[in-house]
């Protein structure tokens, strides 16, 4: 057997990246906490201001925490012939996965895992998400909650290649998969600026892998809420935070890749970073107001021809610029 | 004041309310969800959603035993009130708030439920013959002469079979010869049910799933079959739209169903999602007529429903909170809120996107089908008509239609037609063909249309 | 540290077999799927530890994809509903024992038996790129040549195994716009 080594740093030059010690791993999942609270309450006062009403005298921003107390009042559920393994190990895997993804994102100068293909890691990461929707919506035995999970896997088929060949544009452009060198490389003229269109696929993935609002269908109203049917209690507390720490994650991913990571003026990187997420979180939770549901069966074809082609358009044009340079 | 009583009262502040709609009881139904969100509560999708069960009117004995299996299924801390009176709903509402606190109650409803096991072994105590079990549709299972105990499922030896290249459509399961089957063969010791024993019956927890309609079963074609874990028989192949081989699994949709038409069952065979065969029932008989009750409010519930359906929350709300204000007593001027709806479902071309080409039907099959004349078009022809007809305020609107199309006034669809129309969808494009025509009840019968089952 | 990396490794390595064993242990084609994707995935975490990070982290993204999508077909090919029905996960028991207890032994003697060379001079900074020069540097043309004609066949697979031709879609002179198909698509082609 080799020698299992730290993991090593390559071509670690000019980026400023310091590791720190895995306790800060708490914070970090303290922070991602932090933006998931804020994204439901959010969400809470956007759903109440939308029907018009008080939302229970707050405006709708208590939602959260008036959901989270009656889940863990409301009793577990288990249905006739469940595969209850494979059921929870799905629900509860979303959070983890979120958590998995976070480690690799630079806050400002700081990083609890500084891998040389962070890039790969994230999209890793937000692959297992298929497979834990899946295993959510297989577990009850139930029809309309197996519907939802395959219906999630038509939305994969359709938005995870476009997803990728987003990430591979920002790659190319830093010369590496290391999120803080990809961050670094934006000195002066952000990514999103000039690679927009993987910059705006690479937000419906975000949206898609989270399963939210046009991308929501696998947990749609037409099948009972679909993946997440037969969830109750703590089971269902666990896998709808899951789908915010999941936002929350695609949202703060996306500062390094296309938002110059810490860079900005007067705040010091960390606060940029986590202003940067904040907005682009917001907006993700915005969007579900806005638009209705792509169908799967629809979306595919969208995702093959249109998004793929675009998105690999996009890829060549910065791989052209980057010959262009050198 | 204790922790758990601040948890109790938070919960209780963001309750989920299942509302079950009596046909008849349309009136109702939307006044207890008016009540709802005002209160700051939320609207359930399922059983597993809802901490509260509203019947609205007074349901049949069809419609109660499926209200039961609803409830059987909810997972506690569990309410369940009826509402009969309109002027009742804030009280009962008020009622069910004070009874989600009480603590002591629930641990003792939580003590007291029936395990899964218990509620399928009464079910299977019925009467089989009439295939009218209401909720549940267990029928034709043999609990009784079923030996689960000593059957060792797990020990089959499928050993020589090569299920790659097995037609299963072929195959025959009633005539299997169970009694061929290696029983003891070394796996004396397996878990039956293959490590499914993780689960715990005995508890209370478990929300039986059957009311919901997810399991149905279809007697003719599993009668004498006894390969079925828990009375669950497996699915059978047949050969789908594309020529494949696959499972058909039989569904039943309704009755209990958010934005689904009241009292009405769908007996599906689903192929994935595809909508292979429909028959639809009509619980407890022919509906009763509310006599022209707020047909604009109807029309306004209706593009609620769709909208929800196309998985748009808001512009959902915003119907739903029109709808509200045009029931509520004195009449606010909606004519504008309504002409600002329409517009806004106007500019969305993701909607457009989504509705386009949903079941077209022409003129002629409209004609033919005995529809009402705005059923022509897509999904979303449809859509702009209901929108158009509320916007234009018109109560009728038989609009450019003078040719004796008296369908219009009667806005009911026969159940069956409605079968008819679904197949062949898939599970999404099927409910949005059904919030799509726009109807205010269905009515049983056959011979009308049956020429057009063709 | 080391001692702490060493024992994840091992424990890794674990993992990885017993979830291997478990795919023909348990009855049911969703866990016999999933277990793999698991030992898939553990395999992946130790190759994280032999400094071949990008080869660890796409063979977990590929693998897991690939089990999700495997457990689709596995699910729609095979008949039987396994989350209800137990099912044996084994054909032809004895047989199978057999060549795999003969497989293992074979290999595991390969191992023992083969005469390993010491190691020469140190590893190269970025191992990953030694790894890819080893493997493909000679043979990047016959590689690049080799996809385009991997994913040729791929595509005709796909249209020669389809039941319905574009005649079925477009009609006879295939001038029929929109196209009949019973699921439409979403760009209106």
Request: hydrophobic share 50%.
């Amino acid at each position: 057997m080799a020698e299992p080594m730290p993991m090593p740093r390559s071509g670690a030059t000019d980026s400023t990246i310091v590791t720190v010690a895995p306790g800060w791993a708490v914070v970090a999942v303290a922070i991602l906490g932090a933006l998931v609270v804020a994204a439901a309450a959010l969400d809470g006062a956007l759903s109440a201001r939308a029907s018009g009403e008080g939302g229970g005298g707050s405006g709708g921003v208590a939602r959260p925490f008036g959901e989270a107390a009656r889940l863990m009042r409301q009793r577990r559920r288990t249905t006739v012939e469940a595969d209850s393994l494979l059921w929870r190990a799905g629900g509860g895997g979303l959070l983890i996965t979120a958590v998995l993804m976070v480690t690799v994102i630079p806050l400002g100068e700081w990083t609890v895992f500084d891998l040389d293909v962070g890039v790969m890691w994230f999209n890793a990461m937000d692959v297992l998400v298929w497979a834990l929707v899946w295993l959510t919506g297989w577990g009850p035995n139930s029809a309309h909650s197996l519907v939802g999970g395959y219906r999630f896997l038509a939305h994969g088929l359709g938005y995870e290649l476009p997803l990728m060949f987003a990430l591979v544009a920002p790659a190319i452009a830093a010369e590496s998969l290391n999120v803080g060198e990809v961050a670094a490389a934006q000195e002066g003229l952000w990514f999103a600026v000039w690679m927009p269109v993987a910059f705006l696929v690479y937000l419906l993935g975000v949206v898609a892998f989270s399963v939210w609002g046009p991308f929501s269908p696998a947990l749609g109203t037409d099948i009972a809420g679909g993946a997440r049917a037969e969830l109750a209690g703590v089971d269902r507390l666990v896998f709808e935070t899951g789908r915010y720490a999941l936002l929350a994650a695609g949202a703060a991913f996306a500062v390094p890749m296309f938002l110059g990571g810490g860079a900005g003026p007067l705040l010091p990187t960390w606060a940029w970073v986590l202003v940067k997420t904040a907005a682009v979180l917001a907006v993700l939770v915005w969007l579900r107001r806005r638009v209705p549901a792509f169908r799967p069966d629809k979306f595919m074809e969208v995702g093959w021809m249109v998004l793929i082609p675009a998105v690999l358009l996009q890829d060549l044009v910065v791989a052209v610029v980057m010959v262009g340079r050198s | 004041m204790g922790l758990s009583d601040m948890v109790a009262r938070a919960a209780a502040r963001h309750a989920h309310v299942l509302v079950v709609e009596t046909p008849g009881w349309w009136r109702t139904r939307a006044m207890v969800e008016r009540e709802v969100l005002a209160r700051g509560w939320s609207l359930a999708f399922a059983p597993a959603d809802a901490d509260v069960l509203v019947v609205c009117g007074k349901p049949g004995p069809q419609l109660a035993e499926a209200v039961e299996l609803v409830w059987h299924q909810m997972p506690g801390p569990r309410v369940r009130v009826g509402v009969t009176e309109d002027d009742d709903v804030a009280p009962c509402l008020d009622g069910a708030h004070s009874r989600l606190l009480d603590t002591d109650h629930h641990m003792d409803d939580a003590r007291q439920r029936p395990a899964a096991s218990e509620l399928l072994a009464e079910h299977s105590g019925m009467d089989h013959g009439g295939m009218d079990h209401g909720g549940m549709d267990h029928g034709g299972m043999d609990h009784g002469g079923m030996d689960h105990g000593g059957m060792d499922h797990g020990g089959m030896d499928h050993g020589g079979m090569d299920h790659g290249g097995m037609d299963h459509g072929g195959m025959d399961h009633g005539g299997m010869d169970h009694g061929g089957m290696d029983h003891g063969g070394g796996h004396g010791g397996m878990d039956h049910w293959g490590g499914h024993e993780g689960m715990d019956h005995g508890d209370g927890h478990e929300g039986m799933d059957h009311g919901g309609g997810h399991e149905g079963m279809d007697h003719g074609r599993h009668g004498d079959m006894d390969m079925s874990p828990s009375g669950i028989p497996l699915a059978q192949g047949g050969d789908d739209r594309d020529g494949l081989e696959m499972d058909v699994l039989d569904v039943r949709l309704g009755p209990v169903l958010p934005h689904w038409p009241a009292g009405l069952v769908l007996r599906c065979s689903l192929q994935g999602d595809v909508v292979t065969e429909a028959r639809a029932e009509l619980l407890d008989g022919e509906q009763p007529r509310e006599a022209a009750a707020a047909p604009l409010a109807r029309r306004l519930d209706n593009i609620a429903s769709l909208l929800a359906l196309a998985g748009w929350d808001d512009a959902a709300a915003e119907a739903r909170s029109l709808r509200d204000v045009v029931l509520a007593p004195g009449d606010d001027p909606t004519v504008g809120r309504v002409a600002r709806l329409r517009r806004r479902v106007r500019r969305s071309w993701t909607l457009r996107w989504s509705l386009r080409g949903v079941r077209p039907l022409s003129e002629d099959d409209v004609r033919q089908l005995g529809l009402p004349a705005h059923a022509g078009g897509d999904a979303y022809d449809r859509l702009i008509g209901m929108l158009d007809r509320a916007a234009a305020g018109d109560e009728t609107a038989s609009t450019g239609d003078a040719a004796g199309h008296t369908h219009d006034v009667d806005r009911t669809l026969s159940a069956d037609l409605l079968a008819h129309l679904v197949t062949g969808l898939d599970l999404a494009t099927a409910r949005l063909v059904v919030a799509s025509l726009d109807l205010d009840g269905l009515r049983a019968g056959h011979a009308e249309h049956e020429m057009s089952h063709g | 540290m080391t001692v702490l990396l060493d024992i994840a490794f091992w424990a890794l390595g674990l993992v990885a077999v017993l979830a291997g064993a478990a795919v023909f242990y348990v009855d049911s084609m969703a866990r016999a799927t999933y277990a793999l994707a698991l030992s898939f995935i553990a395999v992946g975490l130790q190759v994280l530890f032999l400094q071949q990070n990008y080869v660890g982290v796409v063979t977990i993204l590929m693998m897991v994809m690939e089990m999700a999508i495997m457990a689709v077909y596995m699910v729609m090919f095979m008949g039987m509903n396994p989350a209800l029905m137990p099912m044996s996960m084994v054909h032809d028991h004895r047989a199978a024992l057999g060549v795999a207890a003969a497989t293992f032994l074979g290999l595991a003697a390969g191992i023992l038996v083969v005469d390993w060379p010491e190691r020469r001079g140190s590893p190269p900074p970025d191992v990953t790129v030694a790894l890819g020069e080893a493997l493909m540097g000679e043979k990047m043309l016959v590689m690049a040549v080799i996809s385009p004609v991997m994913v040729a066949t791929i595509v005709a697979g796909v249209v020669l195994a389809a039941h319905r031709t574009r005649y079925d879609r477009f009609g006879d002179n295939l001038k029929r716009r929109p196209a009949d198909d019973p699921q439409a698509g979403g760009v209106g082609r």
